[in-house]
């Protein structure tokens, strides 16, 4: 199945320090590569994956479920610890939130957590009536493009498949349930004002984590799709900050050593 423009997965070999980026749902890594590229530009290794389903039609996400999509962003966080002494891993919307399960399940492996307009609940009755509906409609609007910026677009579906809204449904509670989990260093950014995913997520998350290096940012001139957005300079500038603090402060040889199969709980 041909990509759409710009969809196709971003690595980029750089140091020791890696970062796995984690696009939205019914995005793709164009979200995430000017973020990815400014990161890469200063040294860092950079992985932008694309997730199944994601990037070519919307019928194709509705054969795929979250358990795939986690999967991905899995193998990219094993393949990282295998050549980096340390991984942080970041994303956007759902991408926040499947990087927070990685986080959760994988402990001291992840050196940092940087999260922007995270989703971890649903936020109308739409939503949650996915499970019923997805059998009737197969598709709604899509939620791709809610930015302030003008003139710029992002690569996402047109369409939202139900049967993808419901795999969501499924995923959040999962990830809600680890929350608690997560030690991690942990920079928050979300928008005041974001047509898709509500703030009060980014409430959940900072009341929930165990985390006791935590920076909240608000952004006030973006909406959603924040990375592409008017506050997308200083999300960059934020995250290479935090990485470099962390980085700096632990060793290369003790930042809890690479990854390797098996570092995953249960």
Request: net charge negative; glycine share 10%.
């Amino acid at each position: 199945m041909p990509l759409l423009p710009g969809a196709e997965p971003y690595r980029h070999d750089g140091g020791t320090t890696g970062v796995l980026l984690c696009h939205g749902f019914t995005g793709s890594p164009q979200s995430m590569r000017p973020w990815a590229g400014h990161l890469a530009d200063r040294g860092l290794t950079v992985s932008v994956p694309l997730l199944p389903g994601h990037g070519t039609r919307w019928q194709e996400m509705a054969m795929t479920g979250w358990q795939d999509w986690y999967a991905e962003v899995e193998r990219e966080l094993l393949a990282l610890g295998d050549r980096c002494s340390r991984v942080f891993v970041g994303g956007l919307s759902m991408g926040g939130t499947l990087a927070l399960r990685l986080a959760a399940k994988h402990g001291t492996a992840v050196s940092g957590v940087v999260l922007v307009n995270p989703s971890v609940k649903a936020d109308s009755p739409k939503l949650r009536a996915a499970a019923l509906l997805r059998h009737i409609v197969p598709s709604v609007k899509g939620i791709a493009s809610d930015i302030a910026r003008e003139g710029v677009v992002e690569t996402g579906y047109d369409r939202v498949p139900l049967h993808g809204v419901h795999a969501l449904n499924q995923l959040w509670p999962v990830v809600r349930a680890g929350l608690p989990q997560v030690t991690q260093p942990l920079l928050l950014l979300h928008s005041r004002v974001d047509h898709v995913v509500d703030p009060s997520n980014s409430a959940v998350v900072l009341s929930s984590v165990s985390s006791t290096d935590v920076t909240e940012i608000v952004l006030e001139d973006s909406f959603h799709v924040a990375t592409l957005d008017n506050d997308a300079e200083r999300i960059f500038a934020e995250s290479y900050a935090f990485v470099e603090r962390l980085s700096a402060a632990v060793p290369a040889d003790g930042a809890g050593g690479a990854l390797k199969e098996g570092t995953a709980g249960g």
